[in-house]
């Protein structure tokens, strides 16, 4: 082999190092920024105990009690209108019509609650910039845990 070719040979081979670890570098400060990326994804992750939310509204005491009278009150309902029927099958369908009453019930006087919850965890969500919140019981790692601050902004309303 000629000097000439020898230097062609290792000019080229040069090239090509230079190339990879060029392309190496790129490759790792990609990588390296899909991880700062994902770092900064995750703080805008939220988490909440819905529960613990729910257990804490102020006004949840007052619609239980005014649950548990309802619930009285169509119990004592199904007992008579079942008490009036002498087919067993009437009589069923009787106390189902007033459990089915008192479940309507239940979902008008626990609405506004959900909403309030709801409206508070978007609040303290817009005031500590997340942009997704989710329930603590799905999320395995991470996440901001807001529960305290939802159930502080739902005391502050009322």
């Not at 020898?6 to 090239?15: C, G, M, P």
């Not at 459990?99 to 709801?118: F, N």
Request: charged share 25%; proline share 1%.
């Amino acid at each position: 082999m000629s000097f000439r070719k020898i230097t062609l040979l290792v000019v080229a081979i040069s090239l090509i190092v230079m190339s990879l670890s060029i392309s190496a570098s790129a490759a790792s400060k990609a990588k390296a920024a899909a991880n700062n990326a994902q770092t900064a994804n995750s703080e805008t992750v939220g988490v909440v105990d819905r529960g613990e939310i729910l257990n804490n509204h102020p006004d949840l005491a007052n619609v239980r009690q005014q649950l548990a009278n309802i619930a009285r009150q169509k119990e004592n309902e199904a007992k008579v209108a079942a008490d009036k029927e002498t087919d067993t099958a009437k009589k069923a369908q009787a106390v189902q019509a007033k459990r089915m009453e008192l479940a309507q019930e239940e979902q008008k006087l626990m609405a506004p609650i959900y909403r309030d919850c709801e409206q508070a965890v978007r609040e303290v969500a817009v005031k500590k910039k997340l942009t997704l919140v989710l329930d603590k019981f799905v999320v395995l790692i991470g996440g901001v845990d807001i529960t305290q601050d939802v159930i502080q902004q739902l005391s502050r309303k009322k």
